[in-house]
């Protein structure tokens, strides 16, 4: 019942969305499905949301198991998300994203999951790039970098209904993340000031 | 009527503005309303949408006046976007952002125009860049990526309520697009394959 949610609230977002409608792509018995989810749909949208923090953090975790170093955690992950929504014909990007645009500025309770979400994406790209030797303050600027972009570009791919601005924004990101770990411009830097990048430091990436 | 729409759009989506919202918010009245827009709902949509395309041009041409380099440019087109989403409460991010992903998939005409404003940004930038004398290539890999993080940040900032992911992503890329405006990384390269590199930028050993 909450994966069929997931699924409906990810393509369509919450507006578009019925109850009815999940009961149906559910298959579940309708009697069974008010005595579990009094709440409605706003309850339904509550379990879809952790459900989607779940499914991060284990595209994160897939993604190291394919990375030696930052660059390569950034092109896996984007090549999973990328799979995904090909797949689905660019019909299903971001699990939340619609949902956020549609309630985050009417719906306090889901506001604060939609934000304990994108902190548990976050953080499992902080830990992910910090074993992989990248200092904290930095690993915390390229992890909301890469969030970002990737949210971003599923945006654009969902309107040009092709892999070209995803793919494009992936490369690219991958590449300067590549770059940053290594040689930072970017990292806890003061506003508007970039940061001192030592000369002649190399560093190798740390293999896990 | 047409900005009338612009404003409800962005802020709540497709699904969730009723025609009559936007003749109540309009104050035109109702009959002359159903004479100039016979297509209704959808018709709306379409103008509100070319209005967005407008919009995001005049704010590209409004940071490049502020703007000495690429980098600049992008910090100018930030503060630009920041300072609205602030004075919204964190209700208006991207014109067309909730409509794309409320209804790109189910709606090609919608979604056609979705990506026309997209490329009037695109091109807006690459403009830019090049005047500013970046390479066309770099232009364009540069270009997407400012779109995609400017997209996505106002994507995390609306479900955290606040300026941080926002803040955070404009002053990485703003120092990301100064250093790969000068010593590219990411320029037209292959996929997979970084670009070279020009003399004195070190780098660790890939280790892929």
Redesign the interface.
Known sequence: MVEAAFELFR???Y??TAFSDVVRESGAPRGSIYFHFPGGKQQLALEAIALAGDEIEEMVEAAAERA??P??LV?ALGDIVAKRLEES???S??S???M???L??YDEEL?AE??A??ARWRAALVAQFEQMGVAPERA???A??V??????????S????GPE?F???V???S??V??????P??AS?P??R??RRP???????R?R
Not at 147 to 156: D, F, P, R, T
Request: hydrophobic share 40%; net charge positive.
């Open positions: 393509k369509r977002g507006h578009a030696t170093d660059g390569s092109r014909g660019y019909q990007g971001c939340i994203a619609t956020v645009l549609e985050a500025p506001s939609f934000d979400v994108f915390a600027v390229l909301e970098l969030m970002s972009a990737i949210e971003g570009a599923l945006v654009l969902r309107a040009a209904r601005p793919r494009s924004t490369d690219a990101l590449a300067i590549d770059h940053e770990a290594a040689s411009t970017v830097q506003r508007r970039p940061a000369r002649g430091v190399e560093r190798a990436p293999s």
